[in-house]
């Protein structure tokens, strides 16, 4: 059996002045239906580069990527980012008009009615629900995530593609935010791609840690993470992996 | 405005038209050439009452908001097709470059040429105005859209058409406004200069040529109440009209720079 999403011998360079900078270069990997994958690497190595393929904002240059038996070809709602960035929620929409522009988009439901009730549940999801009038503006960072997270899901993708979304939040809301991505995706059962440069969250989150060579622009190492779940961040086991992760970068 | 601040013009204006009233009670002026306050106000109540000024207005009005109307869509066409096209671009920053720091005015004698000395030349002038300061304003607005929204469009599987409509203009919007400020600016100037010009071409001729005729006759008053008319108008807009527009988009947005 072919694995879910199949990336075969990549490649992708940047122009830089008068010169081509590869940041991929030839890399595989396969990655499991409903698997929780983190992308650690040293800022630079093409973890960011790499979500963008598999987003299909850009094009390698050579090789496919590959999800279920299909080539992928441009963006699509099957495979929808959530970005680090506080203000990829629309600022003249409220929350729950910026949720509802993703179903009108998809064109789910025909009745606007309808519509408001999936977007109001999925902002119940996130723990938003006496926030749906406000504007984004008028939430704090952390809000903004959830709602963010709760626009991606909203049109059911099958793969999540999270761009160091937590990246520009305090530990204490970081925590929470993963606890709240950790119980959707028990209950959505999403394939999750999570880029970040914070080894504790990639020990806590995910299946499977890849981490990224910087220098050749392939992976360095695939670690398979079979700590209990729920993870706590102190423990033999979770340092001893948080070490071994920490020399590889 | 703020209540305290409309209070704060208020006690300037009376004091400003009480000044004015005692220099005319010296004497020193013949009222020919400085009429009191109560001459100009009453004839500004007669050209008010008699709709002599209200048909002016309106044909102003109306205008100069055909002319905006007409310079939104095409300041929407041009900046459409600049996303689609370098060599476009490249043309259309050429020839705003040219036309942009051009007065409206500076083009009368050769419109009326053109098109002659009628409502289609002031609309001209009034689209000249507006356009240019308009498509910079866009174009700058869309370039400084964060990348973040171009990939949600494509996300959320949105064709160029609906990328431009439903996130890049309302993500634009304060350039579009800031933009919408200037070119109504502008406009409203060349239009009152331009119908001192063409008024005697048109059958009604609008507030430039309402206050130019007056002149024609030497009466002052009517004069200033035709230039009280316009000042009213452009505060109206500029502080009334636009400040709302703002109140309820880019303030309520937290969009404003």
Redesign the interface.
């Known amino acids: 059996m072919s694995s879910y999403l199949e990336i075969k011998n990549i490649k992708k360079s940047y122009k830089v002045k008068d010169d081509h900078l590869r940041v991929i270069d030839g890399l595989e990997l396969e990655i499991s239906r409903n698997e929780f994958v983190s992308i650690i690497g040293a800022s630079g190595c093409g973890k960011s580069t790499l979500l963008k393929l598999i987003?299909?904002?850009i094009e390698p240059e050579e090789g496919q990527i590959v999800l279920n038996n299909n080539e992928i070809r441009?963006?699509?709602?099957e495979?929808?980012?959530v970005?680090q960035?506080f203000?990829?929620l629309?600022?003249?929409k409220t929350i729950l008009e910026n949720v509802y522009?993703?179903l009108k988009?998809?064109d789910l439901f025909t009745s606007k009615r309808k519509r408001i009730e999936v977007a109001k549940e999925y902002l119940k999801e996130v723990q938003l629900n006496k926030y749906f009038d406000y504007?984004?503006?008028?939430l704090s960072g952390g809000m903004k995530q959830r709602a963010a997270l709760a626009r991606s899901l909203v049109?059911k993708p099958s793969i999540l593609l999270m761009d160091e979304p937590f990246g520009s939040l305090d530990s204490q809301t970081r925590r929470e935010l993963q606890n709240l991505l950790l119980e959707i995706w028990y209950k959505e059962r999403n394939t999750v791609i999570f880029v970040t440069h914070d080894i504790k969250e990639a020990v806590i989150l995910s299946d499977k840690i890849i981490v990224m060579d910087d220098q050749k622009g392939q992976i360095k190492e695939i670690i398979q993470n079979n700590l209990n779940r729920p993870r706590r961040p102190y423990g033999h086991d979770f340092i001893e992996l948080f070490q071994k992760l920490n020399r590889l970068i | 405005m703020k209540n305290n601040k409309i209070i704060e013009r208020m006690v300037w204006i009376v004091l400003l038209a009480i000044v004015w009233e005692l220099v005319v009670s010296t004497g020193k002026f013949s009222t020919l050439i400085l009429p009191s306050l109560r001459s100009i106000l009453h004839s500004l109540y007669l050209s008010i009452s008699r709709g002599e000024l209200l048909v002016q207005i309106y044909f102003s009005m109306s205008i100069i908001m055909q002319g905006i109307f007409i310079s939104l869509i095409l300041a929407m066409v041009l900046v459409f097709l600049s996303l689609f096209s370098k060599v476009f671009t490249s043309l259309l920053e050429t020839i705003i470059a040219i036309a942009h720091p051009l007065p409206g005015i500076a083009l009368l004698p050769l419109v009326i040429l053109w098109m002659g000395a009628g409502r289609k030349a002031i609309l001209f002038i009034i689209i000249h105005s507006v356009l240019w300061p308009l498509v910079l304003n866009l174009k700058t607005g869309f370039q400084s859209i964060p990348e973040v929204y171009n990939l949600i469009g494509k996300n959320y599987e949105l064709n160029k058409l609906q990328i431009m409509l439903k996130i890049l203009t309302p993500a634009s919007f304060p350039y579009f406004l800031a933009g919408m400020k200037i070119g109504w600016a502008r406009a409203w100037r060349a239009l009152i200069s331009a119908e001192m010009l063409f008024g005697a071409a048109n059958s009604i001729g609008g507030l430039g040529w309402f206050i130019f005729e007056k002149r024609s006759f030497f009466d002052l008053p009517g004069v200033f109440a035709g230039i009280i008319v316009i000042v009213i108008i452009g505060i109206l807009i500029e502080d009334f009209v636009f400040q709302s527009i703002e109140n309820h988009t880019i303030k309520k947005w937290g969009m404003s720079t």
């Open positions: 987003a299909g904002f441009g963006a699509s709602f495979r929808i980012m970005f960035e203000d990829q629309f600022p003249w522009f993703a988009a998809k504007y984004p503006h008028q049109t």
